[in-house]
């Protein structure tokens, strides 16, 4: 069930249902006067859902930032974060762990998968760590997705990179999340696992109608992206729909040559 092609032949956000992520006037800073760094400047954005978004800047540009605020990891200093329609930001600390637990999901540069518990252990934890049994068959599935039904019972050391973040992305799935954030999902990956794994983020769009938001520096990584949002100086920047890597690659260039000398927070 491909909605790839549907999505690439309009432009705008109107064949897409409500946001799956909205930011409203999201400010954060760190450090007080004179030395206060400004990571995110007023951003206001609205990320479709069942759409693969791919967010870049320069070294400081607030690109974590937005991240973290986004995922609910971080808390704005001003500004409204929606997951759904439901405002996250105001949440106990309690409720932001149940709802990142059931309701997005992450993978991140350097796998974070534990090292004592097997491939499907691994893939099991987040409904585990949301009181929910462990659904096995739908584990397994996710692994015949990512090509590692035959893996389930090794652990993490046996894999290789590109097989380990497989297995994250998995895990992301495995709750049916809102919202996967992807946070340099490559940058420890050679060219072939990169890609293995921006196929099956594609995929999860495509096939299963997830959400991606995807961190990056690689403007190949961002092409497999419906749309590529720019940041600079914790301000958006520019965006460029159905992305190939020259035209991305060109825009990050102009964007580095502008970049002040003390910008945000990366």
């Given at each position: 069930?491909?909605?790839?092609a549907?999505?690439?032949?309009?432009?705008?956000?109107?064949?897409?249902?409500?946001?799956?992520i909205?930011?409203?006037?999201v400010?954060r800073h760190?450090?007080?006067?004179?030395?206060a760094?400004?990571a995110l400047?007023?951003?206001?954005?609205a990320?479709p859902?069942g759409?693969f978004t791919a967010?870049?800047g320069?070294?400081?540009?607030g690109k974590?930032?937005?991240?973290?605020?986004?995922?609910?990891l971080?808390?704005?200093d001003a500004?409204?974060?929606?997951l759904?329609?439901?405002e996250?930001t105001k949440?106990?600390?309690?409720?932001?762990?149940?709802?990142?637990?059931?309701?997005?999901g992450f993978?991140?540069?350097?796998?974070?998968?534990?090292?004592?518990?097997?491939?499907?252990q691994?893939?099991?934890?987040p409904?585990?760590?949301a009181?929910v049994?462990?659904?096995?068959?739908?584990?397994?599935?996710?692994?015949?997705?990512?090509g590692?039904?035959?893996h389930?019972?090794?652990r993490?050391?046996?894999l290789?990179?590109?097989?380990?973040?497989r297995?994250?992305i998995a895990?992301?799935?495995?709750t049916?999340?809102?919202v996967?954030f992807?946070?340099e999902?490559?940058g420890?990956?050679?060219?072939?696992?990169?890609?293995?794994?921006l196929t099956?983020l594609?995929?999860?769009?495509?096939?299963?109608g997830?959400t991606?938001?995807m961190?990056?520096?690689?403007?190949?990584?961002?092409s497999?992206?419906?749309?590529?949002?720019?940041?600079a100086?914790g301000?958006?920047?520019?965006e460029?729909?159905?992305?190939d890597p020259q035209?991305?690659a060109d825009?990050?260039v102009?964007?580095?040559s502008?970049a002040?000398?003390?910008?945000?927070?990366?």
């Open positions: 069930m491909s909605r790839r549907d999505q690439r032949s309009t432009t705008g956000e109107s064949q897409f249902p409500a946001p799956a909205e930011l409203r006037g400010r760190y450090g007080r006067g004179a030395s760094v400004q400047r007023g951003v206001d954005l990320l859902r759409s967010v870049m320069p070294s400081g540009s974590s930032t937005f991240l973290q605020c986004a995922a609910g971080d808390r704005p500004g409204q974060v929606l759904g329609g439901e996250i949440l106990s600390e309690d409720r932001l762990t149940r709802l990142r637990r059931t309701r997005v993978v991140f540069q350097s796998f974070n998968l534990l090292p004592s518990l097997t491939v499907l691994n893939v099991l934890l409904q585990r760590l009181g049994r462990g659904d096995r068959r739908r584990a397994g599935e996710l692994l015949a997705e990512v590692l039904d035959r389930g019972g090794r993490p050391a046996q290789s990179g590109g097989q380990q973040q297995v994250a895990r992301a799935l495995i049916q999340p809102e996967i992807a946070d999902p490559t420890a990956l050679d060219t072939r696992s990169a890609d293995e794994v099956l594609r995929r999860a769009v495509d096939a299963l997830a991606v938001v961190v990056t520096h690689d403007p190949v990584a961002a497999h992206a419906d749309r590529v949002l720019f940041l100086d301000s958006l920047a520019g460029v729909s159905h992305p035209t991305v825009r990050m102009r964007l580095t502008a002040r000398p003390a910008g945000a927070a990366a």
